[in-house]
T-cell receptor, first 114, second 110 residues
């Protein structure tokens, strides 16, 4: 099995630019999670989807962040406009009912906003 | 979800058992204890979980005290590849909304 796939692995952009992070969950998994990790704040859950529907987006920092899941095999996390404080590693994870707690994480995208 | 308390760091000699403690004194009756680990530069990895009975799998053992206020993750024969941050999480299990704390950084030394 391929595991969770994220792209790009590294992204460097200038402040004010739009950034799109992509995730392909494990085939057959029906839950998808976006996390952000920084040294200061640790690993934070931003949003999660169940059966392609956003269930909880209370962790999304502000309106500059948006996430979509148009189908079961693809999700995006968009930041527009990006700011230096958005620099972090963004992880995508997936899981399947009845084990939503057993999440499989992707390799992450390291985002640097200058 | 109940709050957990873990020591920030621990050392272990290679080949010895690593015992990682976690306090969760406010755990509710329907909440499970989950353990994940994160090896440097990788995404977290699920290890094991339990409710009140001790659990064992190919990766580790989980010992939960009778009052469920604390637990210990045991890696029976630690290797250098077990060097990682270990997270103890308490959650009801009905959703995937896991709250990761700061965890314990385990350093396995030769």
């Amino acid at each position: 099995d391929a595991g969770v796939i994220q792209s790009p692995r590294h992204e460097v952009t200038e402040m004010g630019q739009e950034v799109t992070l992509r995730c392909k969950p494990i085939s057959g998994h029906n839950s998808l999670f976006w996390y952000r990790q920084t040294m200061m704040r640790g690993l934070e859950l931003l949003i999660y989807f169940n059966n392609n529907v956003p269930i909880d987006d209370s962790g999304m920092p502000e309106d500059r962040f948006s996430a979509k899941m148009p189908n079961a095999s693809f999700s995006t996390l968009k930041i527009q406009p990006s700011e230096p404080r958005d620099s972090a590693v963004y992880f995508c994870a997936s899981s399947s009912t009845p084990k939503p707690y057993e999440q499989y994480f992707g390799p992450g995208t390291r985002l640097t906003v200058t | 979800d109940a709050k957990t308390t873990q020591p920030p760091s621990m050392d272990c000699a290679e080949g010895r058992a690593a015992n990682l403690p976690c306090n969760h004194s406010t755990i509710s009756g329907n909440e499970y204890v989950y353990w994940y680990r994160q090896i440097h530069s990788q995404g977290p990895q699920y290890i094991i979980h339990g409710l009140k009975n001790n659990e064992t799998n190919e990766m580790a053992s989980l010992i939960i005290t009778e009052d469920r206020k604390s637990s210990t993750l045991i890696l029976p024969h630690a290797t250098l590849r077990d060097t990682a941050v270990y997270y103890c999480i308490v959650h009801s299990g009905n959703t995937g909304k896991l709250i990761f704390g700061q965890g314990t950084t385990l350093q396995v030394k030769p």
